[in-house]
């Protein structure tokens, strides 16, 4: 792929069509086939979309069913797919099998069978497939209700107002937003304040060693947006190297934010002073 060369824009429509979701065996079956994932890009737009659908269902657990017949995923595209499809399957997944009938895929299983190296969840064909999935345990119980894991007093320390330069600075330094519960306790308690201000603000939010796990992200992804639409100036980032960086920079080519991550502090209240300097044409 040239640099010129951009992916061919994916539509909600033509995504949903390849996500289905069987409710009595609550399998969530995911179509990749003839789909060519040229880049990062078009990888994050569908992993967006299977997020959002399944968040849509209510229930955070499903066994996957991935059809992988002519799948092709060019090089620059490999780290995205590993990625998102690793941390889709530890906030979601049962258990994943997948079929693929290529001539590849059947010598490969001909060659790993009655070996250690013999993936059981790999088949040729979906009813053989389906046929795993049968006999995957369930792990299900009622509608997942998370206990709080922080406190008020956890939040409060953490959220500071500048006046003088109008910033906002939120610290989310070696915090762990475990599941959804815990990221909307902390931006509930940002927007309140926030509110009480009466005012917009630069956000100047700290991320080194933040951990957002898999369970998080989807709800962390849309509270942050939301407040940014509704209450920020300009937001900076400042990381050094982190896992939760580079999942951030993945998620911004679709999501529809620009990352601004820098590795100091220092940098990034210097990107806020260029977006001051931007509003107020000085």
């Not at 258990?95 to 001539?103: K, L, N």
Request: with cysteine.
């Amino acid at each position: 792929m040239t640099e010129t060369e951009t992916s061919p824009a994916v539509s909600d429509a033509e995504i949903d069509s390849r996500i289905v979701f069987h409710e009595a065996e609550q399998i969530m079956e995911a179509d990749f086939s003839e789909f060519h994932f040229r880049d990062s890009e078009i990888v994050n737009r569908f992993y967006d979309r299977l997020e959002e659908r399944i968040a849509r269902t209510g229930e955070e657990l499903w066994f996957f069913l991935v059809n992988l017949n002519g799948t092709r995923i060019d090089p620059i595209a490999w780290t995205a797919y590993s990625r998102r499809g690793r941390a889709l399957n530890l906030a979601h997944s049962m258990g994943s099998v997948r079929f693929d009938a290529s001539e590849v895929t059947r010598r490969q299983i001909e060659r790993a069978a009655n070996t250690e190296a013999f993936d059981p969840n790999l088949f040729t064909d979906r009813a053989a497939a389906l046929e795993r999935i049968a006999e995957l345990p369930g792990k299900r119980r009622a509608r997942i209700t998370h206990d709080p894991n922080y406190t008020l007093s956890d939040f409060v320390r953490r959220l500071a107002f500048d006046e003088d330069r109008v910033i906002m600075e939120v610290d989310f330094s070696h915090f762990v937003f475990h599941h959804s519960r815990d990221v909307d306790d902390f931006y509930d308690f940002i927007e309140e304040r926030i509110k009480e201000t009466d005012r917009k603000w630069f956000f100047l939010v700290n991320l080194n060693g933040c951990e957002i796990l898999p369970a998080a992200w989807v709800r962390y992804a849309h509270r942050g947006k939301r407040l940014n639409e509704a209450a920020s100036l300009g937001s900076a980032r400042f990381a050094a190297g982190s896992e939760t960086e580079e999942d951030i920079r993945l998620r911004a080519e679709t999501q529809g934010f620009r990352p601004n991550i820098h590795n100091t502090r220092k940098e990034a209240l210097s990107l806020i002073e260029e977006m001051r300097a931007d509003l107020t044409g000085e």
